[in-house]
């Protein structure tokens, strides 16, 4: 059952879209393309169902200010910036070889793009912060899990980022991260909804220990081990909407479960307020 922990502000039309799952299991063999997935890695089960109107009010962030090392927030870019996108004038993208040619096809364009989001989103940064790094991302479409480690060759499953390098107590001071969804379909955002140091207290409630020199690996294989019936909560991203995440003090993961056409995103990692 669903518990009290990391909030989301988005629109209400987000909130009753809100799904959940019957927990996690182990990622066994290959993904829908053919690639291995981590050794103990683990995914969500397939079952997903409609959150209850109790459930989104134990997602819903209240109206107190809300920390951004626990609170996910959705929202839709403006307009200007599918336009923009769209004068690309690709036509579909059917494949993520595809959009890779067109990327290195269009480089000026792309670099201008991404300037001009890096400026939009910058309005978004803590006082005196700055972005830390950006990137384009394409992944293939209809993928339970899309996150790969080692060069692309194995998928992460849902997993805990840990760029700023620190340990599962500091995990809270670390970057978030703005995604926004410049595929031509929807896409997920996946997480489990407690923090860093709550998944460590619920493992020390239940195994009665915590090793410290566990990582945020370990941390997130223990949890799904332990707590494999703790629903993960997906939210649905359409085109141009985004989200700031806690990335490195949450279990996580995307998804293009479902779509048909590759998932393409941009990333900007740094200090966002919410
Ligand atoms: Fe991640």
Redesign the pocket.
């Known amino acids: 059952m669903l518990k009290e922990g990391v909030k989301i502000i988005a629109s209400d039309e987000i909130y009753s879209a809100l799904e959940i799952s019957t927990g996690s299991k182990l990622a066994k063999g290959y993904s829908a393309v053919g690639i291995p997935y981590m050794t103990n890695a683990f995914r969500p089960t397939d079952e997903w169902r409609t959150v209850t109107d109790e459930e989104i009010s134990l997602l819903k962030a209240g109206q107190a200010q809300s920390a951004p090392s626990s609170t996910i927030y959705i929202f839709d870019f403006p307009e200007f910036f599918r336009k923009k996108f769209e004068e690309l004038n690709t036509g579909p993208v059917n494949s993520k070889r595809h959009f890779l040619k067109i990327q290195s096809d269009n480089a000026d364009f792309f670099k201008n793009y991404a300037n001009l989001v890096n400026k939009y989103c910058a309005h978004f940064l803590e006082e005196g912060g700055s972005i830390a790094k950006t990137f384009f991302s394409v992944n293939d479409g209809n993928l339970s899990t899309t996150?790969k480690y080692f060069k692309g060759k194995q998928y992460?499953g849902l997993?805990?980022?840990n760029i700023d390098n620190l340990t599962i107590e500091n995990a809270r001071y670390a970057n978030n991260?703005l995604c926004i969804n410049l595929g031509t379909q929807k896409r997920y955002f996946l997480f489990v909804n407690q923090s860093l140091s709550e998944m460590k207290d619920w493992i020390v409630r239940k195994k009665g220990s915590f090793n410290q020199k566990n990582t945020q690996w370990h941390l997130s294989q223990l949890f799904c081990r332990t707590y494999g019936t703790y629903p993960i909560v997906r939210i649905p991203l359409q085109p141009f909407q985004a989200y700031i995440a806690p990335?490195e003090n949450i279990l996580?993961?995307?998804s293009s479960i479902g779509s048909t056409a590759p998932d393409i995103t941009y990333t900007l990692l740094g200090k966002f307020a919410l």
């Open positions: 996150t992460a997993h805990i980022d991260r990335t996580h993961d995307g």
